[in-house]
């Protein structure tokens, strides 16, 4: 638990894929816990959490970050699905973090809050 802790304090966005050397697998570069309990902040400025914003609102801050060839991948239906679940989010955060180009997360409201101070300032 020492080590998710830790981990928390970072940045969401510089978590990188890790390797398993006991099962020989790559995990998630981001937990589903992680993405639950995440913040970021829409294009229009607002704050949001990733697991109970409205679908349309979490696809749009999606699209400001994803180049245009991603957008023709498998991703791109999930997208336009109106009622994305938990599990389809998360799985949209890995592949954009797999891309290049993940979506600014933050591990606690504050966080985003005092990013969002900082950039008026």
Known sequence: MKIIQAQMALPINKYKPIFDKAHKKLLP???????ESSYFIHPDGQIYNVASCLTHIFVEAVKTVIPYTFRQSGVKAMLEDPHLDLTARWYILIKLVEAGCPLKLYTSREQVERAVSNLSA
């Open 29 to 35: 570069s981001i937990s589903i816990e992680t993405a």
